[in-house]
């Protein structure tokens, strides 16, 4: 292989020392922003705590009040408000209000689309 132009840190290299130079400047070429992968890193986080999960699965069945995403889960009421607040937020669930009820809903279907990836996968 040809060496590359590219400067590789002598540190990283494989024991075989042979780097496939190709094949990372093709990656290289398609690996996202540093500022989209931390939002990224930021959306999986989310995911990383089981009362924001019941509360999204349970929105990705219905759109619901705060009252009834508490009595469903059993779970108090500012805790509810508190994930509500962190998932609007970050664009994951929206809301909307009918007379002094507001109710609740994913933002759009890519929410219901990761859970059910993720519940596929977990289930293999």
Excluded at 24 to 31: E, G, N, W
Excluded at 67 to 84: E, G
Excluded at 88 to 96: M, T, W
Aim: overall charge positive; some cysteine; hydrophobic content about 40%.
């Amino acid at each position: 292989m040809q060496p590359s132009n590219q400067t590789i840190d002598a540190g990283l290299a494989c024991i075989t020392k042979g780097i496939h130079t190709e094949i990372i400047s093709y990656v290289k070429d398609r690996l996202p922003k540093e500022a989209h992968l931390s939002d990224l890193a930021d959306l999986f986080k989310l995911f990383g705590d089981g009362t924001r999960l019941r509360i999204l699965w349970a929105l990705s069945e219905s759109e619901m009040c705060v009252c009834d995403i508490c009595a469903l889960l059993q779970i108090k009421q500012p805790a509810v408000s508190h994930q509500l607040k962190n998932l609007k937020q970050a664009r994951i669930v929206k809301n909307r209000r009918d007379g002094k009820v507001i109710y609740y809903s994913l933002d759009d279907d890519h929410m219901r689309k990761l859970l059910n990836l993720g519940m596929a996968h977990i289930q293999e």
